[in-house]
């Protein structure tokens, strides 16, 4: 099994881990989108195949904290409608990622990253985004709704890397903070959760990665507690740039990687 424990990393190694960590936790409460950080870091510590899965279970904590901080600002009908689009994308990226090397992975993803966040500022440089997220209801707003699930669930899976699609998708249906913050927590909670099976079996987490995780948990609590304090003292419009920003260094990370 191509997993990593505690006793692989040195303290310089760890030290990285764990402000990689802790911005998990700084971007589940603050700014969604910035843990693409976090990805580089781990798989620039770890082998490629071993981050992915050390990295799973650090999102989870970041976003049960994300749950208990938000919960009464997720948008559920967006939810519901979301889910089996990104289960088919769970599926197509599992399938991908027993198939494709880390070159082909990180090209594919940088590359939707970077298509994402141009069309969000396309649309948003166009015409002002609905305020109502209830526009998700409408022919167009599904259509767009099932595309950004099937994209959001196949990064999700191959990298941790849906976190960015997904904030396109809530950009561009008018999601103002509280409730982009909200529905984005319930949402990763719930597929990263549903990633864990997949992830056994392919022999990214066992026993041993577990341990490496739990030594690196504590560090994704002062980081959300950080990025609930920031989360007040940044407006809609830096919020929105912010997110955007952190999108397109994500995927020039991949692709230049």
């Known amino acids: 099994m191509d997993t990593m424990t505690l006793w692989h990393t040195t303290p310089w190694e760890f030290a990285a881990l764990a402000a990689a960590a802790l911005l ?36 989870i904590v970041g976003d049960v904290l994300a749950v208990l901080t938000y919960r009464r600002h997720a948008h559920w009908p967006t939810l519901w409608r979301l889910f089996p689009a990104v289960a088919a994308g769970v599926v197509v990226g599992t399938v991908f990622l027993m198939r494709a090397d880390d070159a082909m992975v990180r090209t594919s993803i ?8 141009g069309v969000t500022v396309w649309r948003r440089r166009k015409a002002e985004a609905e305020n109502d997220p209830d526009a998700v209801t409408t022919r167009t707003g599904r259509v767009k709704a099932r595309s950004y ?3 959001g669930g196949f990064t999700t899976m191959v990298a941790n890397a ?7 998708y809530l950009l561009s249906a008018g999601f103002r903070k509280l409730g982009f913050l909200g529905t ?30 739990a030594a690196l948990a504590v560090f994704v609590l ?24 952190a999108t397109v260094l994500g995927g020039l990370q991949l692709l230049l990687r």
């Open 222 to 245: 002062p980081g959300a507690l950080l990025g609930k304090w920031a989360v007040d003292r940044i407006n809609q419009r830096l919020f929105e740039q912010l997110v955007i920003a």
């Open 149 to 151: 699930g099937v994209l």
């Open 162 to 168: 849906g976190g960015p699609v997904m904030s396109m």
């Open 24 to 59: 998990v936790g700084f971007s589940k409460t603050a700014v969604s989108g910035a843990n693409t950080v976090s990805l580089a870091i781990f798989a620039a510590v770890l082998p490629a195949r071993a981050s992915t899965g050390v990295l799973l279970p650090i999102l």
């Open 184 to 213: 984005s927590a319930f949402f990763f909670l719930i597929v990263n959760v549903s990633k864990v099976p997949f992830s056994v079996g392919l022999g990214l987490i066992d026993g041993h990665s577990l341990l490496l995780d």
């Open 110 to 117: 940088g590359a939707i990253l970077l298509l994402m966040a």
